[in-house]
């Protein structure tokens, strides 16, 4: 039955879908705006086109009062994502990232919540010399942004060795059979030869078409009991099912993503939902069929209801296991077993199939130089003797993997000299904790988030302090604005950007990432975010049952109500003040 909240085609094709149309397959003017010396800008229209190659035109919004006074177009910049399936990356890649940085970006490197890179501070006149070079070291920006599938997530843990380098490659071939098939990318930023394109559509995207998707779509893979990639938000999500510790196949959850609107109630975060079991050898031909009933029955006209989770709630479940049923020609098996324990990383050493794994924190994945730590020289420095790889976490921390004794003892070194943290020292709240970009480079930000949360987290850690509960693991996540970068909707605490310096706050995820939080107070400031949490974290520390995570107290004791499916996520009610 459909759900009347939401029509799919209500209205004519939104804007960007004519720009798709009118844009020969992802060119558009990129290639002649990129030589347009008076500016340091693009198009409108080639900005919507340019994220499909990877980047996305910022401006630096510390300085953009200032430079309107002085009459001064605004401080455009670009942001460079770089897709690494599954987070890998070589030390040879590392070195490349970070002398990038130094060249053309801003000093540092961020790590993504998709495990991807992300570069800021790139001018117009220095993107194709740094798409080139990223290139040259085998890696691109294609399908990191856009209405594309998106870098493709995986487990990277090292003590589930055993199984890694097996669904990293599984991570791999989809995002590579995924990634859209036209030449425009090569052809605007590795200078290939433009060839006068006499192909139907279907053979030039011979899956997505002419229009793309509605919306971008995001996968992941996740070996249970870590749920470390945070499946349930994934538009498809992939939990591996082992027999042995041999990798047998997945169970298949779908219509997750984290993204809404403040006020817009037709918009909501959401869960994904399990609907069955797969074989591996049959997980690309899985993938390319959803994927296409999204790019059929997604909302083309209304780009906030356009995500894969609305195209599944308007129909119901139901109606979308049949269609996929019917595309694939086979049903899906009865979902095997599986329990999630965690999402969060693991720190410190760990061995794992004959080899070393060291498990770093970085905080809100920011990867620089700080006045008292050299975080940035120091992995500089690993990457040019490591042999291994590095893996970029879900979490936005950093594992050196696959160390060999013989270099684990000039690693630790490294380590030792720039003061390299396994984050342990560090309490257990921080550990968990993730935060966007925001300012000043997202343009959609409301308000502070990775520049903030670090230092509202001192100021939580005295009241955990006092209560007890400096070990006690909590997920806080925060974000500037309501697209949901940081994952906050699965968050035990989670703080929304709604004005600058306000907030609304959220409570009551899932520990392991299986349920949504709710909303406890809106438009709140620092003083407020700390008078409340106050009460609520000592009656947590007295009142809690043996194991119950905070996320599970809160729910228990009635601050808010339990949130399993994003349409009941405006519904629910503050219950207890």
Avoid at 536 to 549: T, V
Wanted: charged share 25%.
């Amino acid at each position: 039955m459909v759900n009347n909240r939401f029509s799919q085609q209500n209205g004519p094709p939104s804007d960007l879908e004519r720009i798709k149309e009118e844009g020969n397959y992802l060119r558009g003017t990129i290639e002649e705006g990129l030589q347009d010396r008076i500016t340091g800008a693009i198009s409108d229209e080639d900005t919507k086109l340019l994220k499909f190659h990877g980047s996305y035109q910022q401006d630096d919004r510390d300085i953009r009062d200032e430079r309107r006074r002085k009459k001064l177009e605004p401080a455009y910049q670009f942001m460079l994502r770089v897709r690494a399936p599954g987070g890998v990356a070589t030390p040879e890649q590392w070195l490349v990232m970070d002398d990038l940085a130094q060249k053309y970006g801003n000093g540092t490197l961020k790590l993504t919540t998709r495990q991807a890179f992300q570069m800021h501070g790139i001018l117009k006149w220095n993107l194709k010399k740094t798409m080139q070079e990223i290139n040259e070291a085998l890696m691109d920006t294609l399908a990191a942004c856009g209405d594309v599938n998106r870098n493709v997530m995986c487990n990277p843990n090292p003590y589930q060795s055993e199984v890694h380098a097996e669904v990293y490659g599984w991570a791999a071939k989809l995002s590579e059979y995924l990634s859209p098939q036209t030449n425009a990318y090569h052809e605007i930023w590795l200078d290939d030869e433009k060839v006068e394109d006499s192909r139907s559509p279907e053979e030039i995207e011979p899956m997505y078409g002419q229009y793309y998707l509605p919306r971008k779509f995001k996968i992941g893979i996740a070996v249970p009991p870590s749920n470390d990639v945070d499946i349930f938000s994934q538009d498809l999500g992939l939990i591996a099912v082992l027999e042995e510790g041999k990798l047998q196949g997945f169970n298949i959850a779908v219509g997750g993503g984290m993204g809404m609107t403040h006020g817009d109630t037709t918009t909501y975060p959401q869960v994904s939902r399990v609907i069955g079991y797969c074989p591996k050898d049959k997980i690309i031909e899985l993938a390319e069929k959803v994927i296409t009933i999204q790019r059929d029955y997604g909302n083309r006209s209304n780009r906030k209801n356009a995500r894969f989770k609305y195209t599944i709630d308007a129909r119901g479940l139901d109606w979308f296991q049949d269609e996929l049923n019917e595309r694939l020609g086979w049903n899906l098996e009865e979902e095997h077993s599986y329990h999630f324990a965690h999402n969060g990383d693991r720190y410190g050493w760990v061995k794992g199939d004959g080899r070393w794994h060291l498990t770093l924190f970085i905080q809100n994945g920011r990867i620089k130089d700080f006045e008292d730590y050299s975080l940035m020289t120091g992995l500089r420095e690993i990457a040019k003797i490591h042999t291994g790889d590095f893996r970029l976490s879900p979490n936005q921390n950093l594992i050196i993997a696959n160390v060999t004794s013989q270099k684990k003892k000039e690693i630790k070194e490294l380590i030792e000299k720039y003061g390299l943290t396994d984050g342990k020292h560090n309490s257990a709240l921080r550990r968990n904790s993730m935060a966007c970009v925001a300012l000043p480079t997202c343009g959609l930000a409301m308000a502070e988030s990775e520049r903030y949360l670090p230092s509202l987290i001192d100021k939580i850690e005295v009241i955990l302090d006092e209560a007890g509960l400096n070990e006690e693991e909590i997920i806080i996540r925060m974000s500037g604005c309501p697209n949901g970068c940081s994952r906050p909707a699965l968050a035990e605490i989670a703080f929304i950007g709604k004005a600058p310096g306000k907030y609304n706050m959220y409570l009551g995820g899932g520990f392991t990432g299986d349920r949504l939080n709710s909303l406890y107070r809106e438009n709140i400031g620092e003083e407020e975010i700390l008078a409340i949490l106050h009460p609520i974290i000592n009656q947590y520390a007295k009142e809690r049952q043996e194991g119950e995570h905070f996320g599970d107290y809160v729910v228990r004791a009635g601050y808010v109500d339990e949130v399993l499916s994003g349409l009941d996520f405006h519904s629910t009610n503050m219950v207890k003040s």
